[in-house]
């Protein structure tokens, strides 16, 4: 029976901002998309029958939770219907990307199990269905089916690619002890908004990130999130004190990551953090990451 094999890579966002609450309860974003070389693996079976069977290794919780809520689970099941497959698929998802920690890890592997679902049919989606469908998925979701750097409004699932920034060697930390539900980060940040600098328009932001140029790290949420969980503070003061160039709360958190000039750098400062996950990475281009998502090319 045919199979396919994919990577499906972290994100972090270089710059984060939430202008406000949307009429439909949603909030408003401005942010900038980068994909990083941590990543998950998902490989796609087909098998007899007509069911979807999704394996979950690397990750004791979400191995043990119901599949058919799972993201990865949902992916496939639209993209049968979609490209009217009617066999059944086996899912082993490997993670390695830690889950609830701002990186995109869910999202990620729900794009690459669509992206897989289309190299396993031999047959193509258009971009505008696709987008349409990771959408429906989750914010993120289109952002993970180009990946590279990309500019994100809306709820973040508006996406418009940039040119690639410059290459950096990524620290991740990742404080097990520590959870931020997206849920909670958005309540917080509300009560900060009112008080907050005047948002930028989104042609003073276009005209920064559109630069091919560091446009300096900001992340509203750190507002939010830091007075609460003052350990994620000391991370980013401590990865600084170790070297960083920049250092931020990835996304609504709770993991920490920073910008460093070589992995020798990220390496030293890693040593400060054994009681945490890290990981060392590097920023993903939007070439490398469609090489990879095609099967062509390592990352």
């Known amino acids: 029976m045919p199979s396919v094999r994919l990577k499906a890579f972290a994100k972090i966002n270089m710059r984060l901002e939430v202008l406000g609450k949307r009429a439909d309860g949603y909030h408003e974003l401005r942010t900038i998309f980068q994909t990083i070389s941590l990543h998950d693996t998902i490989e796609l079976k087909a098998v007899r029958g007509n069911k979807v069977e999704l394996i979950v290794e ?93 500019l994100g409004v809306g709820r973040g699932d508006e996406i418009y690619p940039l040119p690639d920034g410059p290459h950096h060697t990524v620290l991740v930390v990742s404080p097990g002890s520590i959870a931020v539900p997206t849920k909670d980060a958005y309540r917080w940040l509300a009560e900060t908004l009112t008080s907050r600098r005047k948002p930028p328009t989104i042609w003073s932001f276009c005209a920064l990130c559109w630069s091919a140029q560091d446009v300096g790290l900001l992340n509203d949420f750190e507002a939010a999130v830091f007075p609460r969980h003052s350990r994620l503070r000391t991370i980013k003061r401590e990865l600084l004190q170790r070297g960083a160039a920049e250092a931020m709360l990835a996304g609504s958190g709770s993991a920490v990551f920073a910008l460093f000039r070589s992995p020798a750098m990220a390496r030293r400062a890693a040593q400060g953090f054994p009681q945490d996950q890290v990981f060392i990475c590097d920023t993903v281009s939007r070439g490398k990451y469609c090489l990879a998502q095609q099967g062509r090319g390592g990352v």
């Open 58 to 150: 690397g990750d004791s919780t979400l191995a043990n939770e119901p599949t058919k809520g799972n993201l990865v689970h949902r992916a496939i099941e639209a993209a049968r219907k979609e490209l009217g497959w009617k066999r059944g698929i086996r899912a082993t998802l490997t993670k390695r990307i830690p889950v609830g920690r701002g990186l995109g890890g869910g999202s990620s592997d729900a794009a690459a199990a669509l992206i897989g679902m289309m190299r396993l049919a031999k047959k193509r989606i258009s971009d505008a269905r696709l987008i349409e469908i990771g959408a429906a998925l989750g914010a993120d979701v289109p952002f993970f089916l180009f990946g590279g750097r990309a």
